[in-house]
């Protein structure tokens, strides 16, 4: 996977268009998260906008942004299946700018304590980190160029 910045630049000088950028996220996590378990819900269709600064780029919401159009748990058992009417601002905010958002990466529960499943992907005996953990070890894994963590205690 290209960094962001390689992306956004084939796009601009007509290198890759949105569809095929989005396509390499969607690819790279089929083969490599079934192992690494970064996420846990990929979005089966996304719209991928065509326009924008963020036209092409696939994005990972680290599970305590509510998305509209898939799950938020929160880490939580307890939110399983939990399907928000609106997105949090940021989110919305990157759709705006043209991201796609492909799918929801993995976090202790309510960003706070309870380790996820996700394994680093560089050295599966180590852990990736704490509350952002799957969106650390899906960039890592160049499943995708860009993701959303949180700062809670440390882990970013």
């Known amino acids: 996977m290209l960094s962001l910045t390689a992306l956004i630049r084939a796009r601009d000088?007509?290198?890759?268009?949105?569809?095929?950028?989005?396509?390499?996220?969607?690819?790279?996590?089929?083969?490599?998260?079934?192992?690494?378990?970064?996420?846990?819900?990929?979005?089966?269709?996304?719209?991928?906008a065509q326009e924008g600064p963020l036209a092409g780029i696939a994005i990972g919401v680290k599970d305590i942004f509510d998305t509209f159009d898939q799950p938020t748990s929160y880490g939580s058992p307890a939110y399983e299946g939990h399907c928000p009417r609106v997105d949090a601002a940021i989110v919305d905010l990157a759709r705006r700018q043209g991201a796609t958002i492909i799918g929801k990466t993995a976090t202790t529960e309510f960003a706070f304590l309870q380790p996820t499943v996700t394994v680093n992907p560089h050295n599966p005996g180590h852990t990736p980190g704490g509350s952002s953990s799957g969106s650390a070890a899906a960039i890592a894994a160049g499943m995708i160029p860009a993701a959303f963590g949180t700062q809670t205690g440390g882990s970013v």
């Open 13 to 48: 000088e007509g290198k890759a268009n949105p569809d095929l950028m989005v396509a390499l996220s969607r690819d790279a996590i089929a083969r490599k998260d079934p192992a690494i378990k970064a996420f846990t819900h990929v979005a089966e269709e996304s719209v991928i």
